[in-house]
């Protein structure tokens, strides 16, 4: 099987080592790492081009232009040649079994075109986990309008099925868009197993909390063509769901 990982950076010097060797310890060999930088000014560039020398898997690329995360995933894409593809974030990072787990489920059901694991926070100025988030075995098109189920960092998506695709030119919300786009050609399988360790500096909601609800409006209205009334209300039940999460994240952690 062989599956390639997009990362893209911005100034990442901190976190990018730990990502990409955490893509490097799987179970399962990777194809290729590919790194897009997005005009990073630190020593993000210094750091994997010293990493490429012990690794040959490792892709790099940097931007002529600061792009956002969005567009440099679809540069990414336009490099990645092997029939699976997976996202990971510069800050975020996974457990060993991530991309074995995740495979596994695309070949047992064969009806989905991407599988997606759960997740959970760390929260790095208390140095707190969350708990993990939920998931759905089956997971459609319907659901996802009002979803916060699916995290990037947690997705593989099998191209021979789901044909080709892109992020949409936003700076947020994209990724949402994406799984919609996805979402409509066929459906999810939900593996219930916690490999995604995503970092956050705040588990505070009020801080994105009226951009998220703007950017599922939007999309819905313009990529969906979803009536105000229907993408109001899915746009509502999204901030609603999101805040359930944040209390069985935080506020019911064992």
Request: aromatic residues 10%; proline residues 1%.
């Given at each position: 099987?062989?599956?390639?990982v997009i990362?893209?950076?911005?100034?990442?010097?901190?976190?990018?080592?730990?990502?990409?060797?955490?893509?490097?310890?799987?179970?399962?060999d990777?194809e290729?790492?590919?790194?897009?930088?997005d005009?990073?000014?630190?020593?993000?560039?210094?750091?994997?081009?010293?990493?490429?020398?012990?690794?040959?898997?490792?892709?790099?690329?940097?931007?002529?232009l600061?792009?956002?995360?969005?567009n440099?995933?679809?540069?990414?894409?336009?490099?990645?040649?092997?029939?699976?593809?997976?996202f990971?974030?510069?800050?975020?990072?996974?457990?060993?079994n991530?991309?074995?787990?995740?495979s596994?489920?695309?070949?047992?059901?064969?009806w989905?075109i991407?599988?997606?694991?759960?997740?959970?926070?760390y929260?790095?100025?208390?140095?707190?986990?969350?708990?993990?988030?939920?998931?759905?075995?089956r997971?459609?098109?319907?659901?996802?309008?009002?979803?916060?189920?699916?995290?990037?960092?947690?997705?593989?998506?099998?191209?021979?099925?789901?044909?080709?695709?892109?992020?949409?030119?936003?700076?947020?919300?994209?990724?949402?868009?994406?799984?919609?786009?996805?979402?409509?050609?066929?459906?999810?399988?939900?593996?219930?197993?916690?490999?995604?360790?995503?970092?956050?500096?705040?588990?505070?909601?009020?801080?994105?909390?009226f951009?998220?609800?703007?950017?599922?409006?939007?999309?819905?209205?313009?990529?969906e063509?979803?009536?105000?009334?229907?993408?109001?209300?899915n746009?509502?039940?999204?901030?609603?769901?999101?805040?359930?999460?944040?209390?069985?994240f935080w506020?019911l952690?064992?």
């Amino acid at each position: 099987m062989k599956i390639d990982v997009i990362i893209p950076v911005y100034n990442s010097e901190k976190t990018i080592v730990k990502a990409i060797n955490s893509i490097l310890s799987q179970s399962i060999d990777v194809e290729k790492i590919i790194v897009v930088d997005d005009c990073s000014i630190d020593n993000t560039k210094t750091i994997i081009n010293r990493m490429q020398k012990d690794y040959s898997t490792i892709l790099y690329k940097k931007n002529t232009l600061n792009l956002g995360a969005g567009n440099s995933r679809n540069i990414g894409l336009t490099l990645s040649k092997s029939r699976y593809v997976a996202f990971l974030d510069s800050d975020d990072y996974w457990n060993e079994n991530h991309l074995m787990e995740l495979s596994k489920s695309l070949e047992e059901n064969k009806w989905a075109i991407f599988a997606y694991s759960n997740y959970k926070y760390y929260l790095t100025k208390s140095n707190k986990y969350s708990n993990c988030s939920k998931f759905k075995e089956r997971h459609n098109y319907k659901l996802q309008l009002r979803s916060t189920l699916i995290s990037t960092p947690s997705v593989l998506i099998d191209k021979s099925r789901s044909g080709s695709f892109s992020f949409i030119s936003r700076r947020t919300g994209q990724d949402y868009a994406l799984w919609l786009d996805l979402l409509k050609r066929g459906d999810a399988c939900g593996v219930n197993s916690c490999t995604v360790i995503v970092q956050k500096i705040s588990n505070s909601l009020s801080k994105n909390k009226f951009q998220s609800l703007l950017d599922i409006y939007q999309i819905q209205r313009v990529q969906e063509e979803i009536g105000p009334f229907n993408a109001l209300l899915n746009s509502i039940m999204f901030l609603v769901n999101t805040i359930k999460k944040k209390i069985s994240f935080w506020v019911l952690k064992k």
